[in-house]
């Protein structure tokens, strides 16, 4: 660890500081309607659509929309990647996507997990990079915000079943956040670098006088999406540890500024639309304190050495002195993968420009465990807020139960429904990753036979790749052939059921939520803009997650530095 990787850290995150207030208030007056400069343009919309904008809806009607559109999308997805070889821009003539790899496709990015169990530049085409992939960047991402927008507003109102129109905050997510933002993004992106084109191919020659195929693309604007909207989709298989994804230091910077951008942005819109400016700061709090902790520790486990190679090989441990750079880019070193892993996990993002997979295995324990969390620690643009405030409403029950007392969150009691609803959003997310990989674990013609490594590692490639599906991150260790019909297909069910089994009780929570009378806040109500309650929530938070994965974790990364410590590796 040095002094330039604490400075590199440190003024990302006083900029990430400076950043989220800002967007935090546009978003509110987004959502409140105040913001309005393509009004024109946003009417047309509505009477193209068929949309009555002033109509709001309560929860029920919310969830249908939300799922209808997401349907209809997923199989819009599904349908152009089955007939890319007849469609436009496509000039390396790529034929039509398999079914199983072009279903795990479509319900990946309709899921905003963007799992990519295919090699984008020689799989996909122009129009579907475009068309399909790009277009669920914007979309996937603007369903999650208007869901955690529609839990602000139930938590927010007071007896009424109303909390918003799902066209509506959809549309004016799109129209006046992601395009905006992801139009100058794009534009800086260029400037530095990036590609943004529809040329064919380049076939060049290399120094030994070889032949290599440069892949190009309308990449700078797929780019800019993937990572404000936490996509995290590769326009190329190397993600943004790729040159044309991820040039120079500036797009790096800006690529990890703009995973949190947003999320972090949220935390104060809660604040302001629930009139608690202090609560949305408490809950900014707990993510900050997860967020800082998990990359300390990714950060002093990969500027480790090898422990094998520790006076062993004189060469090679001069090479490992300065940490452990197996899947690193130079450019980028040891401090800023070791915060780029942090953020894509800590976020439901998925970009890499390392690979985790050739991370030590307690460098690789904290990417997967952010991941079991429940993407929450700042999560995906909308989820991770709403997935906040379901444990929020834990803390609170437990507070209450503490102090033998009705528990109330900002002037509403939490009843039993809630508790419910919020214990249902919980347990799916382990039944999903538990389930499926002690399955995958134990079918040998099944999960076994796409593991590059065995013992506990391969556990962990399996526990990695379905906890990144049912928690709609997208990112791999990379030492997991996916691209087969099981895993495209049961990893395509758990992004499924990791985001919309998870969105309906979140709904159905700010349904039961707006119809509460609000009550005066009283000395008695336990306060949630407190340290004490961000204590609170980060012990929750830490205590479910260490009971429902510990003891996949200990058979897995845990158990592999122990027996690392003694000289014994797997391969």
Partial sequence: ???????????????????????????????????????????????????????????????????????????????????????????QHLGAVAPDLAWNTAVSFTTNTNWQAYTPESTMSYFTQMAALAYHNYFSAAVGIAVAIALVRGIARHETRLIGNFWVD????????????????????????????????????????????????????????????????????????????????????????SIFLIAGGLTVTLGRMTGSRGHGWAVFACMSILFVAGFVVTYWAESQPHPLLRGVDQRASILQSGGNMEGKEARFGVSESALFATLTTDASCGAVNSWHDSFTPMGGLIPLANIMLGEIVFGGVGSGLYGMLVYVVLAVFIAGLMVGRTPE???KKIDAFDVKMAMLYVLIFPVLILTFSAVSAVAPQMGLSSLTNHGPHGLSEVLYAFSSAAGNNGSAFAGLNANTHWYNISLGFAMLCGRFLMIV????????????????ISPGSFPVHSTLFTILLTGVILIVGALTFFPALSLGPVLEQLLLQHGTLFS
Wanted: a neutral charge; hydrophobic letters at 45%.
């Fill in 1 to 91: 660890m040095t002094l330039n990787g604490w400075l590199q850290f440190l003024v990302y995150f006083v900029v990430l500081l400076v950043c989220i207030r800002p967007i935090g208030v546009y978003m509110m007056n987004i959502f409140n309607g105040k913001v309005d400069f393509l009004r024109p343009f946003e009417s047309m919309l509505y009477r193209i659509c068929g949309v009555h904008s002033t109509q709001e809806m309560e929860w029920r009607e919310y969830t249908v929309a939300m799922l209808m559109f997401s349907v209809v999308s997923l199989i819009l997805t599904y349908l152009i990647e089955r007939t890319q070889q007849f469609l436009p821009w496509n000039p």
């Fill in 170 to 257: 959809i549309t004016r997510t799109c129209l006046y956040l992601l395009l905006p933002i992801c139009i100058v993004f794009s534009l800086i992106l260029v400037s530095q670098g990036v590609v943004q084109n529809l040329h064919s191919y380049v076939t060049t020659q290399t120094l030994d006088h070889g032949t290599q195929i440069i892949a190009q693309g309308p990449v700078a604007s797929q780019e800019a999406i993937k990572m404000l909207g936490t996509n995290g989709g590769g326009f190329f298989n190397a993600n943004s540890s790729h040159p044309f994804e991820n040039p120079t230091p500036l797009t790096n910077f800006l690529e990890m500024l």
């Fill in 409 to 411: 969150y900002l002037g």
């Fill in 505 to 520: 009780p979140t709904l159905a929570l700010a349904g039961n939520f707006a119809q509460k009378k609000s009550a005066p």
